[in-house]
């Protein structure tokens, strides 16, 4: 859809997203990138962000974090790839999983069993599968020792489940005590190579091995011989998520969220602003309305707290929001009705509001932001000099 359709739009560098890339296999040596492609790209959009990877970067093997997801990539017009779902599949889309190709983390005695089964309803001779490793996050994943050996046993018993790669995430990857790291995550790595180790006893070589998230990939750098892969969400996006900001690899922020004045007015003392009279000045203040709210994904406690962006160069602070409109104080400012607002991003006068910034504001993880803007903001692409409104082209 035509971007004038929209009261806002979010641009999105993806030469950037390439040049990242290109950096993070740069530090760690020539090891493979795994993209996560989840929760809409991290809100910069799946289809266009997996196409570009694919299309542009030669990327061969994606992460998911949903089936809903994969199959988004595929129906895109996607060129083959391989996919693989990092989180929990339920029992009633492993038919979906076997008849799209795609991959599913395996750490259950009865998903193995459906996923077998179902190959075998559909007459294949194998299907693949990543197995997930228990190391120390108890969310998913199978222990090393007894419990891993028992379901290598079950799945080779099965005799059409290949055991295409092996993972497992770390929970506290982005304590890195600028660079140094952290024990828990290196005792993780260690339960790690660990069930490594009982996998190759098996006879089950599996072709992708990572463990490395995005804050590992910083400075976990003795897991880079064990592994073929690195798997970065954020870090490829241009946001490190270790927790002073570290970045060593040098990635770049990709994206601008940019609005427009719809209104100004001047509030007098015994005046007020929005629901719930929340603004009450003390003194005459001009206050512009803006076309977002928290329908639009801008986080309604954030905005309530004076969040800022940037209007004519200057720093303006919420003072209200609702689910369609919002209100900032720009007393002072030069701004017109039409003026170009940066929620945030670049404003093209050379002022940034960085999104590690918004996310240590939030109290949030980095791209918390991003993740929950909607489709109600357009998605305006930009790569080799050529602007895209309705994400990656097919043909590029």
Known sequence: MDITYYNSRLDIDLD??????????????????????????????????????????????????????????????????????????????????????????????????????????????????????????????????????????????????????????????????????????????????????????????????????????????????????????SLYLGYSSVQDDWNPVGVEEPASWKTVIVNLRTIQPGESVGYGRFFQPDHPAKVATIGIGYGDGYVRSFAMRGAPVLISGQRCPFVGTAMDQSFVDVTGVACEIGDEVTLFGEDGKGNRISGLEIGHLMGETRLAMFTHITQRVGRVYHTGGKTYENGFPQNS
């Open 16 to 233: 950037k997203i390439g040049a990242n890339l290109d950096k993070i296999q740069r530090y760690t040596g020539g090891l493979t990138v795994l993209p996560v492609i989840k929760s809409n790209a991290y809100g910069f959009g799946t289809a266009a962000v997996a196409n570009y990877l694919v299309r542009k970067c030669g990327v061969r093997f994606l992460a998911v974090a949903r089936l809903f997801e994969a199959a988004q990539i595929q129906d895109s017009g996607c060129p083959d790839c391989e996919i693989m779902i990092l989180g929990p599949v339920p029992a009633y889309s492993i038919p979906h999983t076997v008849e799209r190709g795609i991959q599913i983390p395996l750490f259950l005695k009865r998903d193995a069993k459906l996923l077998s089964d179902e190959a075998r309803q559909r007459g294949l001779p194998f299907v693949k599968a990543h197995l997930k490793i228990e190391t120390g996050m108890n969310r998913i994943g199978v222990k090393p020792g007894q419990e891993l050996q028992e379901l290598l046993d079950y799945v080779k018993g099965l005799g059409n489940i290949v055991i295409d790669g092996v993972f497992t995430h770390f929970a506290t990857a982005d304590v890195a005590e600028h660079g140094a790291g952290n024990a828990f995550t290196r005792l993780q790595f260690q339960r790690f190579q660990a069930a490594l180790e009982q996998v190759y006893a098996a006879g089950i070589t599996p072709q992708f091995i990572h463990c490395c998230n995005t804050g590992a990939t910083t400075w976990l750098k003795e897991a880079y011989p064990l592994c073929t892969h690195v798997r970065v969400g």
